[in-house]
């Protein structure tokens, strides 16, 4: 019953932007810590971005600097602003939502991000 939905995923060339958009459906959006993941092929599923309810974040050091994730609790949604965008941040992205009272883990199911150099 639990969605996660990516969109904005695509082709850009190397110092370009995206903005990623997670929609959640069927949770309790503020109670949930959000992330942004992303795997490369023959590479782990690894994080890049989380803010939790509280709008905390957190960032992998490949990331800081460039990439942005925000919350709005209103529409249930998440997002992952990518700018300065690099060849090795190709990858499939996925967010991922963390209920913190019941401890329920949801994944989306993907969304491709491919940067030409």
């Known amino acids: 019953q639990v969605q996660l939905v990516e969109s904005g995923g695509g082709l850009v060339q190397a110092g370009g932007s995206l903005r990623l958009s997670c929609a959640a459906s069927r949770i309790s959006f503020s109670i949930n810590a959000m992330g942004w993941y992303r795997q490369a092929p023959g590479k782990e599923r690894e994080l890049v971005a989380r803010?939790?309810?509280?709008?905390?974040?957190n960032y992998v050091d490949s990331v800081k600097g460039r990439f942005t994730i925000s919350r709005d609790n209103t529409k249930n949604t998440v997002y992952l602003q990518m700018n300065s965008l690099k060849p090795e941040d190709t990858a499939v992205y996925y967010c991922?939502?963390?209920?913190?009272?019941?401890?329920?883990?949801?994944w989306g199911q993907g969304t491709q991000v491919t940067v030409s150099s």
């Open positions: 991922n939502a963390y209920n913190l009272v019941t401890k329920s883990i949801y």
């Open positions: 803010i939790s309810s509280g709008a905390v974040t």
